[in-house]
């Protein structure tokens, strides 16, 4: 496995494998559901939860809705603050900024917080082939980062690992990368985190540069936010002369305030805990105290295309607690790899299509990875509809339309290989708005009933594959109506 | 009371037994059943497919057929014996009249479908809500456990009212599904798209519904009875898949067979 996720097959081919994996399927099952039942619980404590999540939601719309005005405030506190702030349209753009940033310091190496927007701009990869080492030294991100492997969970990115695997990465790669891992190394946590400590405590005290990325930002005061469990972040934050935080532009919230909502609905909805062991903020610089030097790298990365999509901008509400992660059925038994990018789950089949587009042949395929139970959008804290704007996707896959790209409304074509289904959609339209045409369909299948296969050639060969088909009924209930008058006459 | 039966497509098609036990215990409750014979599909395969505006004369049809009688004070209600039905008109029927207006076409499909979408009602919340009946007079006398389908759940909020219904039912048994609120797998096309995934999940609620030791799984949804009746199948579990408005028709005179 290779730690990008470029080139990864459509949703359903990457599930068939996922699902015959019973160790994945295992480990997935166990931590899931833990984690579901303590948030329950961890949420049913408060009683001013659908409060909460209104406010949440409230607060997000309002930032979003007036980003504009919201950013430039924050730059300028940022600014007033002692920190520099830099803009990314893209990827590439961010990843270029932090190169030359930590280029400027002279350094080789740097160590991480763990971050999603770093995760989606691919920052390890490009610094490695810039020949600058990235240290992860969230647990979870080790974990991925020594097994050569790809994050396959928003808060857990290891979540697909159980402490054996975890034991044989930490034993056979701890060495390549700084301290090797204790001899004799067993799997019990107390022992894997020890190694862990050990051989990250090297890195925070000799890392000049860190690179963080940020829960939240406050505008008006240029704050940034991380809120951890394990420390990690706080050391990364504070030792290093120079820290670069890279974030996406929606992270936004417009007061000190505002916090008050989130840091009730975020830990509860993602480790379950009432409060994070950690929440570390920093404001620009200050004298004897923490980094000399702050780098704000602000990405947009396809937020602001997505936020012209009056339907599906609701996702940059998305404050990646993993709520919906640990709920989805489908999660359960795909796996996170099968999404194919660092956002998997509910909110990456919304988050992902959006931010790429639908052009690739995974990104089209992520709207139709859900069942659309609705368990996502019960749970997430700031009430983002994700079967809503997973349909509102899969008519911009089938049918095309209007989206923005990089800033220019452009019309898509309808994606490849739907023709079939479009085709068979008008025609059950049509035979759905000529009633007669559906009796005549019904009449037919009930006459013919006896030659019925148990297993169907086409689309329908993967419904019988595992399940058997019901048999059609000698009469249907309309011609039963019908004959014996509404069951008034001639009953059988 | 008179009402008009909304069967569905599925239920028309495949289960047209699930439509005479509706009328059957309509009529026992006093309640004039008809059934206007124009009726079609609602349109939710084609909405949550993607295909919103082949979906739109579906929308139409529906509230043309049921429409002028509700209007006409012919019927008090249009009920539905599927949860997802009932949800893909009073949930989505809104929403797809607001985005034909906010795409410039005007209000004229949200007012042609605002006046059926207060009046469907699923079969269960018809019972509890409107009729204000738990014991619907029905004997049963199996071990039945109830499945209840992500529509009726998180769509409709139906709560514990088919539980209600249940319990008063004589002679049933009732039987704690584990990890009842769990999609099924079916999801429409989603059964076919991701047959693999929905596959698993099936398997996983048919597990949970056999560690019950019921030999009744029912739901208020044929099409998730659809699903979880063809995993029974094949994986030989001794279980029958059992519509609840079957089990509420059935009676000491007359047994659901």
Redesign the interface.
């Known amino acids: 496995m290779s730690g990008t996720f470029v080139g990864m097959p459509a949703?359903?081919k990457a599930?068939?494998d996922a699902?015959?994996n019973t160790t994945l399927?295992a480990n997935l099952k166990h931590a899931t559901h833990t984690i579901r039942d303590k948030r329950a619980r961890a949420v049913a404590e408060l009683d001013d939860w659908a409060a909460l999540r209104e406010a949440g939601k409230q607060i997000k719309d309002h930032t979003l809705r007036h980003l504009d005005h919201y950013l430039v405030q924050l730059e300028e506190s940022v600014t007033a603050a002692g920190g520099t702030v830099h803009w990314a349209r893209d990827a590439d753009e961010a990843n270029r900024i932090v190169t030359r940033l930590v280029r400027e310091t002279g350094e080789s190496e740097v160590v991480k917080v763990k971050s999603m927007a770093t995760q989606e701009i691919g920052l390890n990869e490009h610094l490695e082939a810039e020949g600058i080492r990235a240290y992860e030294t969230d647990l979870a991100e080790l974990i991925v980062q020594l097994g050569d492997d790809r994050p396959s969970h928003i808060l857990v990115p290891a979540i697909h690992r159980n402490r054996g695997e975890i034991r044989d990465i930490f034993a056979q790669e701890m060495g390549r990368w700084g301290r090797p891992a204790p001899e004799g190394l067993t799997d019990t946590p107390a022992e894997l985190a020890e190694a862990a400590r050990l051989h990250l405590r090297e890195k925070f005290l000799r890392a000049k540069v860190g690179v963080s990325g940020a829960n939240f930002m406050v505008a008006e005061t240029g704050t940034l936010v991380v809120v951890e469990s394990e420390g990690n972040g706080r050391m990364c934050l504070t030792l290093p002369e120079t820290l670069i935080s890279v974030v996406g532009i929606e992270k936004i919230v417009p007061t000190w305030q505002d916090l008050e909502v989130f840091l009730q609905t975020l830990p509860r909805s993602s480790t379950a805990e009432r409060m994070n062991p950690y929440t570390s903020t920093w404001t620009g610089t200050t004298d004897g105290d923490g980094p000399r030097t702050f780098h704000l790298v602000l990405i947009d990365n396809g937020r602001t295309d997505t936020l012209a999509d009056?339907v599906g901008r609701q996702a940059l509400r998305c404050i990646r607690c993993s709520a919906c992660l640990n709920v989805c059925?489908?999660y359960e038994?795909?796996g996170g790899h099968a999404y194919g990018s660092v956002y998997p789950g509910p909110i990456g089949a919304i988050l992902s299509p959006q931010l790429r587009g639908t052009a690739s042949e995974i990104d089209a395929s992520l709207?139709?990875?859900?069942?659309?139970?609705?368990?996502c959008?019960?749970v997430c804290p700031v009430a983002i509809d994700i079967p809503?704007v997973l349909?509102h996707?899969?008519?911009?896959?089938?049918?095309g339309g209007e989206v923005t790209l990089r800033g220019t409304k452009v019309t898509l074509k309808p994606a490849k290989g739907h023709a079939a289904?479009?085709a068979a959609?008008?025609a059950?339209?049509w035979?759905?708005?000529h009633?007669a045409v559906?009796a005549t369909g019904?009449r037919m299948?009930s006459r013919t009933r006896r030659f019925h296969p148990r297993t169907v050639p086409g689309?329908?060969r993967?419904?019988t594959?595992?399940?058997?088909?019901?048999q059609?009924?000698a009469?249907?209930?309309?011609d039963?109506?019908?004959r014996t008058d509404?069951?008034k006459e001639g009953q059988k | 009371m008179r009402v008009a039966l909304f069967?569905t497509?599925v239920?028309?098609?495949?289960?047209?037994?699930t439509?005479?036990a509706v009328?059957?215990l309509l009529?026992r409750l006093g309640v004039d059943?008809?059934?206007p014979?124009?009726?079609?599909?609602c349109?939710q395969?084609?909405?949550?497919?993607?295909?919103?505006?082949?979906?739109e004369?579906?929308a139409r049809?529906y509230s043309d057929v049921f429409g002028p009688g509700l209007a006409s004070g012919d019927y008090d209600a249009i009920i539905t014996p599927s949860g997802s039905c009932a949800a893909m008109v009073r949930e989505l029927y809104p929403?797809m009249g607001e985005r034909a207006r906010?795409e410039g076409r005007g209000d004229r499909l949200a007012t042609t479908l605002a006046p059926v979408i207060p009046k469907t009602y699923e079969l269960t919340e018809f019972l509890v809500d409107v009729l204000k009946v738990t014991d619907v007079g029905a004997s049963y006398p199996h071990k039945v456990t109830y499945h209840p389908t992500?529509?009726g759940?998180?769509?409709l909020g139906l709560g514990d009212r088919p539980l209600q219904l249940l319990r008063a039912v004589k002679g049933l048994e009732l039987a704690e599904l584990p990890g009842a609120?769990?999609?099924c797998?079916?999801?429409?096309?989603?059964?076919?798209?991701?047959?693999?995934?929905?596959?698993?999940?099936?398997?996983d609620k048919v597990r949970n519904a056999e560690s019950t030791g019921a030999d009744v799984l029912c739901a208020a949804d044929n099409s998730c009875l659809?699903?979880i009746?063809?995993?029974m199948?094949?994986l030989k579990v001794g279980m029958r898949p059992v519509h609840i408005a079957e089990i509420l028709a059935s009676t000491e005179e007359e047994p659901h067979v």
């Open positions: 949703f359903p599930a068939h699902v015959r399927r009056e059925p489908v038994r795909a709207p139709y990875a859900s069942s659309l139970c609705g368990a959008y019960e809503e349909v996707l899969r008519e911009r896959v089938v049918e289904e479009r959609m008008r059950a339209r035979a759905f708005t009633p559906l019904q299948a689309p329908g993967a419904w594959a595992t399940r058997d088909l019901p059609v009924p009469e249907s209930f309309r039963w109506w019908q509404g069951g | 069967l497509c239920n028309d098609t495949l289960y047209p037994d439509g005479r009328v059957k009529t059943v008809d059934f014979a124009a009726q079609t599909c349109g395969p084609h909405y949550n497919t993607g295909y919103r505006r082949q979906a004369p579906l049809h929403r906010a992500c529509h759940l998180r769509s609120q769990e999609c797998g079916f999801g429409g096309t989603f059964a076919v798209k991701n047959s693999d995934v929905s596959s698993a999940m099936g398997a659809m699903h009746g063809g995993t199948s094949r």
